[in-house]
């Protein structure tokens, strides 16, 4: 079972920090933490992923708890353009099969 | 690079008929996927594509078939269309396999 879970619905102020939990009880050892992210009316657009090591890169940061049982998506200062569904994905490595949830839709206000 | 693009936008179809989708990925990408994404739902992964050879399969049936050329387009084709199979379907591309994913922005499909 490669489900994770995530709250249905978040909100944030702008220019504040976001955090986004996810669970993945179940996860393997081997299987990555994939973070995508979809805009009203587009794709998915990728945003982080990582294995053990917390991960930064220009869109964010993601924090894996030391037992790899869940991670935290970290958005430093949302804004308005952050407003989208955020799918917390394991990739089990078989072909790049990416199975995705229902994510948490995540509100920013003004 | 140029982004990935799908064509058409937006299709209507009868039940029971045959549509094919296509999807240009980004040059120098050996590998692309098709997702469905019904309305609410995240998208479930219907096949990949690596280097025009089928890569992995999700749980659809047959009727759901690919092709990817080596010019980095790829079609989705769906026979005897169902009023289920009404949904936005998604193709990304990727270097390799395993490598992360660009999105198109989908080509809706409603079946009636």
């Known amino acids: 079972d490669a489900k994770t879970t995530q709250p249905n619905s978040m909100e944030s102020n702008e220019e504040e920090p976001v955090h986004l939990p996810c669970n993945h009880s179940?996860?393997?050892?081997?299987?990555?933490i994939h973070w995508y992210r979809q805009l009203p009316s587009q794709g998915p657009e990728y945003v982080i992923h990582g294995l053990t090591s917390n991960v930064n890169n220009r869109m964010a940061s993601l924090a894996i708890a030391e037992d790899r049982k869940s991670s935290t998506l970290i958005l430093h200062r949302a804004t308005l353009r952050d407003a989208a569904v955020y799918y917390c994905?394991?990739?089990?490595?078989?072909?790049?099969?990416?199975?995705f949830g229902t994510g948490t839709r995540l509100q920013v206000t003004l | 690079e140029t982004g990935v693009t799908q064509s058409p936008t937006h299709l209507i179809k009868t039940r029971g008929q045959q549509v094919t989708l296509r999807c240009s990925s980004q040059s120098g990408h050996n590998t692309v996927s098709w997702y469905q994404q019904a309305l609410g739902q995240g998208p479930q992964f219907i096949f990949q594509?690596?280097?025009?050879?089928?890569?992995g399969r999700g749980n659809f049936p047959p009727r759901f078939s690919g092709l990817q050329f080596p010019n980095y387009s790829s079609e989705l084709n769906v026979n005897a269309l169902e009023l289920d199979d009404s949904a936005l379907y998604l193709c990304?591309?990727?270097?390799?396999?395993?490598?992360?994913?660009?999105f198109g922005p989908g080509t809706r499909l409603t079946v009636t």
């Open positions: 990304a591309s990727s270097r390799e396999p395993n490598d992360e994913q660009y």
């Open positions: 994905i394991r990739d089990t490595g078989t072909a790049s099969k990416l199975t």
């Open positions: 179940t996860i393997s050892g081997t299987d990555y």
């Open positions: 594509y690596y280097r025009e050879e089928e890569n």
